[in-house]
């Protein structure tokens, strides 16, 4: 167990609608990343936050938003979602910002129908 | 060019041989290394991290990254039917993002 959680686990929609997934990161680190995986693509980086400021942006769609909280949890908006858009999501977290290694969680599989 | 090459296999062998995987780099500013393992449905656990090149070990598993030649490399001794997953190599230049390789499907046949 890594001690990132996600929820939900799964997340059926129809398109154009809009989801929202959670993370909560490992006890002490302060960055928060999202990372796409779909079949075809690999791990695609999204973007990342430190300590609530967001730190770095990656091939992220603009129908797609994320904040992390002064708790240091975070959510990824899914907006106008299109069939493409399904893919299993991943959080991860690390205690620094650019120099520690990432820590997963075990992701939302979004279907998007 | 891609930045981080893995060869996406899928690579089968016995139970009980040494697995190699292997990744090439093309950014000479990564400074940081790390192995991921990936079961089917479930996120990239981190197998090993390092930072310099050499040699570093944990149980049945050796990290070696050369970066005279950006190359590193994953070996797995006394391999199992339970080390059956994908494996990802990833590299980070420092306040800068982890990049992934496409991952190598590895299976033991017990």
């Known amino acids: 167990d890594s001690g990132v959680t996600q929820t939900p686990k799964h997340l059926i929609t129809a398109t154009g609608q809009r989801v929202t997934l959670r993370c909560s990161p490992r006890s002490g680190d302060l960055s928060v990343y999202w990372y796409q995986q779909s079949l075809d693509q690999g791990l695609q980086f999204l973007i990342q936050y430190y300590n609530g400021e967001e730190r770095a942006k990656g091939n992220i769609l603009e129908r797609f938003s994320a904040q992390q909280f002064p708790d240091l949890h975070s959510e990824l908006n899914l907006s106008s979602l299109e069939l493409g858009d399904s893919a299993l999501y991943f959080c991860a977290s690390s205690v620094g910002s650019g120099d520690s290694p990432l820590h997963f969680g075990n992701g939302t599989r979004l279907t998007v129908t | 060019q891609k930045e981080v090459e893995q060869d996406p296999g899928p690579l089968s062998v016995p139970e009980g041989a040494i697995v190699s995987l292997n990744c090439t780099y093309s950014?000479?500013?990564?400074?940081?290394f790390m192995w991921y393992r990936q079961y089917s449905r479930k996120g990239p656990e981190l197998l090993m991290y390092?930072?310099?090149?050499g040699n570093k070990e944990d149980g049945r598993f050796t990290a070696q990254v050369d970066k005279s030649s950006k190359y590193i490399s994953l070996f797995i001794r006394d391999s199992q039917p339970s080390d059956s997953a994908t494996y990802l190599c990833?590299?980070?230049?420092?306040?800068?993002?982890?990049?992934f390789g496409a991952g190598t499907i590895l299976r033991v046949k017990s």
């Open positions: 990833a590299t980070l230049e420092y306040g800068n993002k982890l990049v």
């Open positions: 390092t930072y310099s090149s």
């Open positions: 950014n000479s500013a990564f400074q940081y």
